[in-house]
């Protein structure tokens, strides 16, 4: 596609909830980042894919969290048992490989009532 | 461990000045900086590159400059206009490490 797509763009779920939050990278690009950013702060590093492994997952922030990637494709990052603190917006990038140009979307806004 | 930061959190200019924002980062082994854009509500925009083996790097209205004796990164914007307000981070990537490495950000605000 010509850029990379997150779908929900919102999403609002109660307090114990899963979710699934879904990236298409730019066609082409074998390395993919989550990122995670609360509100007003910065971009905190989740977990890393080039291709379908995950060389880096040291910024997952507990093993409620998950993130799988096929096909050297779409991502997916799964929330287990939704926390308030988990309310943030979640950020996907693609690049070509890593140390070149990351592109962003536009995020997953995620609110956990 | 490494960091990312960038000095000063807020930033006014006035419409038409230059602008400068800076960023210091403390891991010498990064090869690789990106500057990026981020408006309210929107994922952050790529603006310029730039690696470790050049000092100056300019794209369309901006510039990058990197000095790596003192660690030091910028970004300046020409004649900044209302559309350059956003907060602005700087990123860098190490061949070790995979990971971009995001600073606190600068909130840019350009007075009419």
């Known amino acids: 596609g010509a850029g990379v797509s997150q779908s929900p763009s919102n999403k609002v779920t109660e307090k114990g909830k899963d979710v699934e939050l879904r990236c298409d990278p730019i066609s082409g690009h074998t390395a993919l980042y989550w990122y995670r950013q609360s509100l007003g702060q910065g971009l905190e590093f989740l977990i890393y894919?080039?291709?379908?492994?995950?060389?880096?997952k040291s910024g997952l922030p507990s093993d409620r969290f998950s993130a799988e990637r096929t096909g050297g494709s779409v991502s997916t990052l799964t929330i287990q048992r939704t926390q308030q603190e988990d309310s943030a917006v979640y950020l996907c990038a693609s690049s070509l490989n890593y140390n070149t140009e990351a592109f962003f979307g536009q995020g997953t806004r995620l609110t956990v009532v | 461990g490494e960091s990312v930061g960038l000095h000063l959190p807020t930033l006014s200019v006035q419409e038409g000045d230059n602008s400068i924002i800076n960023c210091a980062y403390s891991?010498?082994?990064?090869?690789?900086f990106i500057w990026y854009k981020q408006e309210s509500g929107k994922g952050p925009q790529f603006i310029i590159d730039?690696?470790?083996?050049?000092d100056k790097r300019q794209g369309q209205r901006v510039t990058v400059l990197l000095n790596k004796t003192v660690k030091h990164l910028s970004l300046q914007i020409a004649a900044t206009q209302p559309g350059d307000s956003a907060v602005y981070f700087c990123a860098e990537?190490?061949?070790?490490?995979?990971k971009l490495s995001f600073g606190a950000g600068t909130t840019v605000t350009v007075r009419a």
């Open positions: 891991n010498s082994a990064s090869d690789y």
């Open positions: 730039i690696r470790s083996n050049m």
């Open positions: 894919f080039q291709g379908n492994s995950a060389p880096d």
